[in-house]
């Protein structure tokens, strides 16, 4: 089922949503000061392309307040819009019976691209 969910959800908009997550990574990534954040895109990547039988956890490093810190910034510049796209999506997917199980996925979205620091994905 999860791998019939992701062959759905990878024609309707995955591709292009991991291609964007993709592109501001490696955009991030050309300056030195924007590379952990680019990285964080990178680590969205393969979740916002094949979503179904993933979970997000927190991760159990301790980074102090460093990853905090990160979660603010990446929160003011872009994370903030883009978790209310995935809100948003949820949302919208959420209000037939049909688009639950893509709705959920981007609830999943919502909680990784909000504060990604601090947060890993697992299979």
């Known amino acids: 089922?999860?791998?019939?969910?992701?062959?759905?959800?990878?024609?309707?908009?995955?591709?292009?949503?991991?291609?964007?997550?993709?592109?501001?990574?490696?955009?991030?990534?050309?300056?030195?000061?924007?590379?952990?954040?680019?990285?964080?895109?990178?680590k969205l990547v393969p979740l916002v392309l094949w979503p179904f039988g993933k979970k997000v956890v927190s991760d159990s490093s301790n980074t102090g307040c460093l990853s905090t810190i990160a979660n603010v910034i990446w929160i003011f510049s872009g994370g903030l819009m883009t978790a209310i796209t995935h809100f948003f999506m949820g949302l919208l997917l959420s209000i037939t019976i049909i688009g639950l199980p893509w709705g959920r996925q981007h609830f999943k979205l919502l909680e990784i691209s909000l504060m990604p620091f601090g947060k890993k994905v697992i299979s």
Do not use: S
């Open 1 to 42: 089922m999860n791998f019939l969910g992701n062959i759905i959800w990878l024609i309707f908009g995955g591709l292009l949503a991991a291609l964007g997550y993709f592109i501001g990574g490696v955009v991030l990534c050309i300056t030195i000061i924007g590379a952990p954040w680019g990285f964080q895109c990178f």
